[in-house]
């Protein structure tokens, strides 16, 4: 989960690389003559069937669950089930309908989570690493505040408080509907990504904002607002690209916490996190229904770290912990 | 000392809106806290409790009660239907110490073999050994803790019976016993926690001994291994020291899923109640205990950075 | 790259390392399959389920009275279901199995039940009746001491009962005060005698002395601690409570030297130090420690993942003691004042939608008898056939469509649920067989005291519940009665009063407008009404037996609850304990274990008598 938050042992890993000279005033470097290799290759593969499985297959299979009960298909795992190698689950529900479907909703709160978390903390970051002094104070202690909470209570105390009841026209109280679980989910991990998003793209923006070219493109005339998104802005989001790969590895497997303590996504609604707390019980019996997501969480995180790495050596990108 | 000084107002400050915060958010809880808290009575009772927890009063003042009862040690009440209470400080007093001791194995384990698996792989770069290594540990950061902790118990636990999958036994009840329950959800919390700094402590070692002084120590006839452990590795350590603060707050969320899993009675599980059974008092009051532990370790790493690297011992601290 | 991780190298490392996780997962994840358990060992009762051939109801060795000398000494660690937050203040406390197990290691009570349904005084040593059933003499057994050492006489019998029926200073009850509504006055009329008068007949009286164990006789010292009285727990009991309870971890209880039984050897019971009761809530965490030796004994009614688990390891590995007769019902409860469930037709559609063998299967293992009222085998009352509609899902169709037609609405509406997980898997299930109908149903999971909440205040439409234990059926009346006779103090407004579109009884319309806040269901059934009074005034077993079968018919027919399956709850423990059913019961003469005494009461559906656990080494 985020124990080993590569977000932060990023930061100070590459603290550490000796950056070499850039040109002055180019928007892209230059990408290394260097052909992918064969764990790219996988990485991106595995994440490409993983969205396009998650776009296509709750369009395209229709699974009645009480029907392949009733088939005598329930709780029947891997292999058993000729045409169905992925099996079922102990409902009648098809695991590859489920994982699918599960692959929607994790992708979807980790993506709007780190979306979120960049629109707002990179923002923040680009303005406090451009303009320093007090705006600069007055941010940094408040992702000081932010990050003096660690990060995984913070989210769990988000979701509870906006997302654990809901008062309806009566005055009863009532779970939220699936919806709005999964709104909630998407900001209170996405507010919880801001402070490390945005000091790296602080940090980023610090270096930048210091090269001739910006300031060449100030004594011309140029605004602060124009020059921090046209010259500061482009140099920094390679950074911030291999970070939110990143990070969204690193949301799903929060959600995944998350739904173990039981605030995670709300049925109807499955994510792989769920899909774990769901079948727990059952590990004994029928371990497939536990060790399918949590080879399909394994694999997109590997994936995304290995890409994440790729990103970063390919535009030799440098990011400062201090 | 100027410097110390703005250290310290500046903790207070981050303690202060931490506070706020935490009490804050969980104002915003939907819903009369009172029927959350005590479940169903009489109106009267109802409204007895609601005057007991200062609800009925405006929230500034709420704020301000709550905060200087928490400066007094009074956290706030556990309720049990309407009559039954208990002390949150009470709870955590029982539960935290068990929350450290899982911490602290998990970060013991961590050290013992994070520390020299980064040396070896460092010195051994680019062998097979350290492409091993670093494969296995990159393997290891993608699988999350949880998914390690269910497998875990399951085979090492239930079907093989070697350790057992859950409970825990006081230290001064039987500490053999202890530290067999303490194993499963030790290794669990540190293996990605080992991948990680291992990862680290290579990368830097290895731009550490590509440095002139290691050179030159090596001139000198100093051993391979006495340049390894005595030389490269104390500035390496510095970076791991960085990253331990900011990893605590991880670690601690581990531990909150980790002591579900494994039924320890730690703070996590106390944090899984409180929200369970919607005490949102408790809740308030977790948060902000386990805000100001974290923050005061963060201070204790920062105090041992400087002291350990002579540099920083004279240079002002830049934020 | 100083990482090398872009490399082609260790691109390659990383594939390999997947293709490795794939074929452990091949290899793990190909255990385990199908459902259905097979089981040897004796011929029990049969049910038709997975357990039939498990030993239960007295056939494991060592159930009852002991024929080996029992030897003393040792501790056990108790796993219970859940926790009872709410804590041990008897008058007050909604307390479920798991507390009753608590309590009724620390507490003892005026009458208890026998193998064959019969109330047995306890802490009383007889019990008497006026030929009108109107006037109930309770003579107390002396000599008895509580654990602080005050003495157990008819003064604090007489505070007990005044505590539960609401009439003692600073306790307010809800439950209790409608179930001891008819009582008049309670007083002292000798040192060791109390007189309980009536308004009206109540030949069942001594069924609730015992109240499926909630009415656990407390000393003073805890009747008078006000706001303590939840954990200062005093009682007659074989246990004592030293005050270690961490709420949600674990609650101690250890032997009380001066308990007032001995066994038949003469030794003094009970034979345990002590014993460690530990709330796990979770399936999957008390299959764990069973498995792992952690846990000696549970109570459990888990069929969906823990009894499963066990089976296979029963009976050379671990004991069941299995109680199919005198069960619990689990049933969908219905708010029948409110739509959709005010109407028979949507009622009758939800039964008859509800595939119940399909259910069991996939969520149950096939362990539990599905149960057609609120009777099961071994409860008077019980019919083979009662006439409540079964599984057709054609009618069910048919039903839908009729409904919507005369009421103009889509049937829609809300399952409140636990909100663990198996329960939510569970409902997963129930959902898409209503799908399957046209029934649109959405689930409302939520932490067990909250759900209970809301089925009170009836702010619900439907729910999973859990309720009537195989006790003497005038123990349910509570439950189901309205009546027009209500003491002016505490009567609570009426319910405006509908009617329910369908069929009619012979006496009219039935209608609402119950007085019973209690009455979850919130029917009011002229039928019922009348059979109630007759079991509970009556004493000729037969009049008894027809009126309770006119009940269970009656249900049937105004399908007033989904009736689902019965429990089956179950003692699982490691195979060194013995004595888990209890001893034989005291006799009017004597207190002490005999085997003139009864035999105890084989249900296990409000826990057992702790007083005879004792380790076989």
Known sequence: MLASSPNTIAETELALEHPEPKEPGSRWRRPRRQRLGIGAWFAIGWLLLVLVGATLIPMLMHSNAIANAEAGHSSQGLFKVPGHPLGFDRNGNEMLLLLAKGARSSLLVSVGAITFGLLVGGSLGLIAGYFKRGVDGALSTFFNVLLAIPQFVLALSLVTVFASTAIDSTGNQHPPSSGRRMLVLIFALGVVTIPILARITRANTLQWSQREFVMAARAQGATNFRTMVREVLPNVLPAMFSIALLGIAVVVVAEGGLSILGVGVLSPAVSWGSMIAISRADLQTLPYEVLEPIVCIFFTVLSLNFLGDVVRARFDVRESAI | MRAALRRVVQLVVVLLCVSFFSFALLSLAPGDPVTAIVGFGSPAQLAKVRHQLHFDRPFLEQYWSWLSGLLHGDLGNQYFGPTGVQKVSTSIGQSLPVSLQLMAYAMILTILIAIPLGVLAAYRSGTFIDKAINTTAFGAIALPDFALALILSYWVGVKLHWLPSQSYVHPTDDFVQHLRHMVLPAVSLAVGQIAAYMRLLRSDMIATLQEDFILMAKAKGITNRRILWRHALRPSSLTLLTVAGLNVGALIGGTVVIEVIFQIPGMGTLLYTAIAERQYVMLQSLVVVIAVAYVLVNVFIDILYNVLDPRLRHARVIT | ?617
């Open chain 3, 1 to 617: 790259m100083r990482h090398g991780l872009g490399s082609r190298k260790t691109g390659s490392a990383v594939v390999a390392l997947a293709l490795v996780m794939l074929m452990v997962l091949a290899a793990c994840g190909s255990s385990g399959g199908g459902g259905g358990s097979t089981s040897k060992g004796q011929t029990g009762a049969k049910t038709g389920t997975g357990l039939d051939n498990v030993g239960g109801n007295g056939i494991i060795p060592g159930l009852f009275t002991e024929t080996t000398k029992p030897t003393p000494g040792g501790d056990v660690t108790f796993a219970l279901e859940a926790e009872s937050t709410g804590g041990w203040c008897l008058p007050e406390a909604q307390l479920a199995i798991s507390g009753i197990q608590v309590a009724r290691a620390i507490y003892d009570y005026l009458a208890v039940p026998d193998n064959k349904g019969n109330y047995v005084p306890s802490l009383a040593d007889k019990i008497t009746s006026s030929n009108n059933f109107k006037t109930w003499t309770i003579h107390i057994r002396p000599g008895i001491k509580f654990q602080d050492g005050s003495p157990l006489n008819a003064q604090v019998v007489a505070d007990n009962l005044n505590a539960y029926r609401g009439m003692f200073p600073d306790h307010t009850v809800l439950l209790f005060y409608f179930v001891f509504k008819q009582v008049a006055d309670v007083k002292v009329v000798d040192p060791m005698t109390v007189q309980v008068d009536m308004t009206t007949p109540w030949a069942a009286f001594p069924a609730h002395l015992f109240e499926y164990g909630r009415l656990g006789i407390m000393a003073e010292a805890q009747l008078h601690s006000g706001k303590n009285c939840f954990k200062d727990m005093i009682g007659t009991g074989p246990f004592k409570f030293d005050g270690d309870w961490v709420p949600n971890d674990h609650l101690t209880v250890v032997k009380n030297p001066n308990y007032w039984r001995k066994d038949s050897f003469g030794q003094q019971l009970p034979y345990l130090d002590k014993i460690t009761f530990k709330p796990v809530p979770d399936g999957s965490a008390m299959l764990n420690g069973l498995q792992s030796k952690t846990f000696d004994l549970a109570n459990t009614d888990d069929t969906t993942t823990v009894i499963p688990g066990l089976l296979s390891q029963v009976p050379n590995n671990m004991h069941l003691a299995v109680s199919t007769n005198f069960p619990e019902t689990g049933y969908t409860i219905f708010n029948t004042q409110k739509p959709p469930f005010n109407n028979i037709l949507a009622r009758k559609a939800f039964v008859q939608a509800f595939n119940y063998k399909l259910y069991s299967q996939l969520r149950l293992h096939n362990l539990n008898q599905q149960a057609n009222g609120p009777f099961g085998p071994g409860v008077l009352g019980y019919l083979k056939d009662t006439g409540l509609p079964t599984y057709n899902l054609v009618a069910a169709k048919a039903l839908v469509k009729q409904y919507e037609q005369e009421t103009g609405q889509n049937f829609a509406f809300t399952l409140s649920i636990p909100n663990d997980a198996p329960s939510q898997a569970s409902a997963q299930v129930v959902v898409d067989m209503m799908k399957n109908a046209g029934i649109s149903v959405s689930t409302k999971p939520e932490e067990q005291s909250q759900e209970i909440n809301d089925v009170i205040k009836g702010s619900y439409q439907a729910a999973a519940w859990r309720n009537h234990p195989g006790f003497d059926p005038d123990t349910q009346v509570i439950w189901w009665v309205c009546s027009t006779a209500v003491p002016p103090a505490a009567a609570p407004p009426p319910a405006a009063p509908s009617t329910n579109i369908g069929e009619t009884t012979p006496d009219g319309k039935v209608g609402n407008n119950c007085d019973n806040p209690v009455n979850f269901t919130r029917f009011n059934d002229p039928v019922i009404n009348k059979n109630l009074d007759i079991g509970r005034t009556s004493t000729n077993p037969t009049v008894r037996k027809q009126a309770y079968e006119a009940v269970n018919r009656e249900f049937a027919k105004q399908v007033w609850s989904a009736w689902t399956n019965w429990t089956v709850w179950t003692v699982p423990s490691q195979t060194d304990v013995r004595g888990i059913l209890g001893p034989t019961l005291p006799t009017a003469t004597n207190a002490d274990v005999t085997t003139d005494g009864a035999e105890p009461f084989t249900g296990l559906s409000s826990g057992t008598d702790v007083s005879t656990l004792w380790l076989m080494h």
